[in-house]
């Protein structure tokens, strides 16, 4: 009886000593001593399940229950800590500065984001070169230019009261619809959508900031239905 409970109590320290290391803040189910199974997404683990198992509002192909979180979202999938989770997480994932490492991962864009990250939609090169032309600033419209490197001439300080904040080489840095200069946002100028539902789930979530627990339920949605916003 003395060697049963010797061997219980040595199994018990032994869990309580991962939960030390691994940084979990609850003592998971335990069943002859092995710890609780965490979600796997293709053969990966996908800890963000634990806390984001609910969420809707998904196309089918961006569906957590098929891709997971963190293949978006980066982070540290298998963590059980919220913070040791989030860390390096990126928050707007489809900007082009993390896209190939995003949207444009092997098994999804990569050729996409490869050929929309040169492309005039992302560069805006040849109206940097005549509105700098235009102004007088250059001898002929000629030249290739990037939209991010814009200094503050005249014809840049045009070009980024008018048209920086629209194209996609333009950062998306917030949660939630772009202001009129954050309308850019790489993948996402086009294929991120917040309905009301959305919106609604959002501002909850920015609302009740202070509570660890809470989670949005509605994610906007990320599809080829493209509105004319």
């Not at 293949?71 to 489809?94: F, I, Q, R, Y």
Request: hydrophobic fraction near 35%; glycine fraction near 8%.
């Amino acid at each position: 009886m003395g060697e049963f409970f010797i061997k219980r109590i040595s199994s018990f320290l032994v869990i309580l000593i991962i939960i030390f290391f691994t940084g979990c803040h609850e003592i998971p189910n335990v069943n002859n001593s092995n710890l609780i199974e965490l979600p796997h997404i293709q053969g990966k683990v996908e800890s963000c399940l634990i806390c984001h198992s609910k969420m809707q509002g998904f196309s089918e192909g961006h569906e957590p229950d098929s891709i997971g979180c963190s293949v978006c979202h980066g982070g540290n999938a298998s963590e059980t800590d919220k913070l040791l989770a989030h860390k390096n997480m990126v928050p707007v994932p489809g900007n082009l500065s993390n896209a190939s490492t995003t949207c444009g991962t092997t098994n999804c864009h990569p050729a996409i984001v490869a050929r929309v990250s040169t492309s005039m939609m992302a560069t805006l090169s040849g109206m940097i070169s005549v509105d700098k032309w235009v102004f007088g600033e250059i001898p002929l419209p000629i030249g290739n230019e990037k939209i991010t490197e814009i200094g503050q001439s005249a014809s840049e300080v045009h070009l980024r009261n008018l048209c920086a904040g629209c194209h996609i080489g333009n950062e998306k840095t917030s949660h939630g619809n772009p202001t009129w200069l954050e309308r850019g946002g790489g993948c996402n100028a086009c294929h991120l959508k917040y309905n009301e539902q959305a919106l609604s789930s959002l501002h909850k979530m920015k609302m009740q900031a202070k509570n660890d627990t809470t989670v949005p339920i509605i994610h906007p949605s990320i599809d080829l239905n493209i509105s004319n916003d």
